[in-house]
C-alpha cells in the first residue's frame, strides 16, 4: 500500500472554474505537507506547504489538511491554462526516517 | 543563484556501462537526496544524505552508489547500468532532513539500452 494517494486524473477543468486535487496518506504522525507543480519534462516545483489543521491560502491556490481524516487537499481558484501541470503531494512522515514521501501526481488539464 | 544543478542532462548508456551523475547545490544546504521518477510511480528516493559525511539508503537504493563529496555536492553511481534504470533522475537539497522545503535540480534523463 503506498504511503501517499492521489487520483492519477487527468482532471478536466473549464478556464476560470475552480480546481480540485486530494490526496490521502497513511501516517498518523505526519507533520508536514506540501504540494508541488511539476510541467511536462520539468523539475517539480513547490507551490506551498501546510502544518496545521484547516485552510492556507497562497493566492489562487488555498491547501486544506485534516489530519483526523488523514487528507490533504489543495484548491486552485481561476483555473488558468497554465495550471495545466502535475500536481505532486508530499508528505513528511516519522515513518520514512525523515524523508519526504511523494504521490504519484494529479494530472490537471485546464481546457480553454 | 543556481539552486540545485545536476549534469548530464540526457545521456544513453549502454547495458552493463557505468556512469556517474553529478549534483551540485550553492544554498549552503545540509541535506541532499537523488530521486527517480517513472511513468505512474511518482518520485522514488534512491539515496538521501541529511549531512555532509553521512548517507542512507531510501527505497530504491539496489545498483545504484552515492558520494557525499562534500557540504555542495553529492554523486550517484550506476556500476552496472541496466534497463530498468532507464528513468529521470532528480537531484535535491533541503535546510534539514525534517520536512523542510526540497528544492530541485533540473533533471537528467537517462536512458540505458
Known amino acids: 500500500q503506498k504511503e501517499v494517494e492521489q487520483n492519477s486524473g487527468p482532471l478536466s477543468v473549464p478556464e476560470g472554474a475552480i480546481a480540485s486535487l486530494n490526496c490521502t496518506y497513511s501516517?498518523?504522525?505526519?507533520?508536514?505537507f506540501f504540494w508541488y507543480r511539476q510541467y511536462s519534462g520539468k523539475s517539480p516545483e513547490l507551490i506551498m506547504f501546510?502544518?496545521?489543521?484547516g485552510d492556507k491560502e497562497d493566492g489562487r491556490f488555498t491547501a486544506q489538511l485534516n489530519k483526523a481524516s488523514q487528507y490533504v487537499s489543495l484548491l486552485i481558484r481561476d483555473s488558468q491554462p497554465s495550471d495545466s501541470a502535475t500536481y505532486l503531494c508530499?508528505?513528511?512522515?516519522?515513518?520514512?526516517?525523515?524523508?519526504?514521501?511523494f504521490g504519484a501526481g494529479t494530472q490537471v488539464v485546464v481546457t480553454p | 543563484n543556481a539552486g540545485v544543478t545536476q549534469t548530464p542532462k540526457f545521456q544513453v548508456l549502454k547495458t552493463g556501462q557505468s556512469m556517474t551523475l553529478q549534483c551540485a547545490q550553492d544554498m549552503n544546504h545540509n541535506s541532499m537526496y537523488w530521486y527517480r521518477q517513472d511513468p505512474g510511480m511518482g518520485l522514488r528516493l534512491i539515496y538521501y544524505?541529511?549531512?555532509?559525511?553521512?548517507?542512507d539508503k531510501g527505497e530504491v537504493p539496489n545498483g545504484y552508489n552515492v558520494s557525499r563529496l562534500n557540504k555542495r555536492e553529492f554523486s550517484l553511481r550506476l556500476e552496472s547500468a541496466a534497463p530498468s534504470q532507464t528513468s529521470v533522475y532528480f537531484c535535491?537539497?533541503?535546510?534539514?532532513?525534517?520536512?523542510?522545503?526540497?528544492?530541485f535540480g533540473e533533471g537528467s534523463w537517462l536512458t540505458v539500452v
Open positions: 501516517d498518523r504522525g505526519s507533520q508536514s
Open positions: 508530499a508528505v513528511f512522515s516519522t515513518d520514512s526516517w525523515g524523508k519526504l514521501q
Open positions: 535535491a537539497s533541503s535546510d534539514t532532513d525534517r520536512g523542510n522545503t526540497i528544492y
Open positions: 544524505s541529511a549531512s555532509e559525511g553521512t548517507t
Open positions: 501546510i502544518y496545521s489543521n
